[in-house]
Nanobody, 119 residues
Framework: QVQLVESGGGLVQAGGSLRLSCASSGRTFSSYAVGWFRQAPGKEREFVARTSWSGGNRYYTDSVKGRFTISRDNTKNTVYLQMNSLKPEDTAVYYC????????????WGQGTQVTVSS
């Protein structure tokens, strides 16, 4: 079982930065691929970024490329999402999710953390 807990959300002005963390107590977390997703009010949840188990492969949705960076520290069982140059349209609840490989659906989800970017 993999339990995920997000943290680091908050209120920030446009142009500011936040770093989200996704921590897990599961011993197998370091072998899982992890993704970040977000859901804005009235919108469907969308993919933001993902990383392989090693952190060697990383992918981003176009709207965050060059502004967000996903990384992981497997010694701490934690995946990060560094968000820079934030825009009001980045406002959403951010979720992390984990899966044992890139060929299956995300099986484990966190509870989400709110990010609000004011203009």
């Amino acid at each position: 079982q993999v339990q995920l807990v997000e943290s680091g959300g908050g209120l920030v002005q446009a142009g500011g930065s936040l770093r989200l963390s996704c921590a897990s107590s599961g011993r197998t977390f370091s072998s899982y691929a992890v993704g970040w997703f977000r859901q804005a009010p009235g919108k469907e949840r969308e993919f933001v970024a993902r990383t392989s188990w090693s952190g060697g492969n990383r992918y981003y949705t176009d709207s965050v490329k060059g502004r967000f960076t996903i990384s992981r520290d497997n010694t701490k069982n934690t995946v990060y999402l560094q968000m820079n140059s934030l825009k009001p349209e980045d406002t959403a609840v951010y979720y992390c999710a984990a899966r044992p490989s890139d060929y299956v659906a995300y099986a484990y989800w966190g509870q989400g953390t709110q990010v609000t970017v004011s203009s």
